[in-house]
């Protein structure tokens, strides 16, 4: 792998847009970046689904890793057109290929800056908490990780369920490893990503946690210690929305509110989840210059 070339991408942030909505949207992208993997032949590094945007360290060629990025988001943004009516959600989302160095440790760094996205979000206090990618990967305890005490995979080889079984869980018909593992309803990164290659690549857990807590992503989080509060993520507050409604304006949807009322909700967010504009924009789909506008009136 020493010969292939690496690339840090990354899909640009949608402003009024969630890219998954709730736990199964992130449980069917998990085992699409699976499925991709393994069409391909792109080596996946590390990588991190977030709500608005994306992060991959890849391994490959330029024309493999964007065959990888297009079949990943041709998938998914059927997925979402099927589930939720939402059309082309990815085709026109631009995605950055950064091709990294070999030389001062840049493609450690590179991994620890996707591994500690989460953690820079305030969603959690460190990447093995958050499972929407490698973040439980690598260095992990096995009581804690997808890995046992043997080394082994945890969860249940995907040749043993039927057809039918993994077209539900998967939302796909492609053929895949058998002995892969399906993992809390989605296809385990370990099945796939090259975890031994890139723990010898950091030597030591102790050289791991380095370069992740000197991340840029993350650190001045990290050095905030306690005094952090953590953040909501946001399929938390879409979830608590209709009861929101509801409760403080007897309206079943976001779609019903006045302006007025849609200013209060706003005001309710920032107060309850202490979410800020962005978030705030995110989660209700309202633009960030017109989320921004209706905040200054809260």
């Not at 091709?99 to 760094?109: M, P, S």
């Not at 796939?192 to 950091?202: A, D, N, R, S, T």
């Not at 800020?276 to 309202?286: M, Y």
Request: charged letters at 25%; glycine letters at 6%; one cysteine or more.
């Amino acid at each position: 792998m020493r010969n292939l070339k690496y690339w840090l991408v990354t899909t640009a942030h949608l402003e009024d847009l969630l890219l998954f909505r709730d736990a199964e949207d992130f449980r069917v992208a998990m085992s699409y970046v699976a499925v991709q993997a393994f069409k391909t032949g792109v080596f996946v590094l590390a990588f991190i689904l977030m709500s608005n945007h994306l992060h991959f360290v890849l391994a490959g060629s330029r024309e493999q890793v964007e065959a990888f990025v297009n079949g990943f988001k041709a998938m998914y943004s059927r997925y979402y057109w099927d589930k939720y009516g939402v059309q082309e959600l990815l085709r026109r989302n631009q995605v950055d290929f950064s091709e990294i160095d070999t030389v001062d440790d840049a493609l450690e760094r590179a991994i620890a800056y996707v591994q500690m996205n989460c953690v820079a979000a305030n969603i959690c206090s460190w990447p093995s908490d958050y499972p929407w990618g490698t973040g439980a990967c690598f260095f992990t305890r096995p009581e804690a990780g997808m890995v046992d005490t043997g080394g082994a995979c945890r969860g249940q080889p995907l040749a043993a369920l039927s057809a039918r079984e993994r077209y539900r869980l998967l939302h796909t018909k492609a053929e895949l490893p058998g002995e892969w593992m399906l993992y809390e309803g989605y296809i385990s990164p370990t099945s796939y990503v090259p975890v031994k290659w890139v723990e010898k690549l950091f030597q030591t857990p102790k050289r791991m946690n380095f370069f992740l807590r000197n991340s840029s992503k993350a650190k001045v989080l990290l050095e905030a210690g306690e005094k952090r509060l953590p953040s909501f993520r946001d399929q938390v507050i879409v979830s608590a929305l209709p009861d929101l409604c509801r409760s403080l304006f007897r309206k079943g949807t976001l779609a019903e509110l006045e302006e007025e009322q849609l200013v209060e909700l706003m005001r309710q967010l920032r107060f309850r989840f202490a979410a800020n504009v962005n978030q705030i924009a995110r989660v209700t789909g309202v633009s960030y210059e017109r989320a921004a506008m209706l905040l200054d009136r809260a």
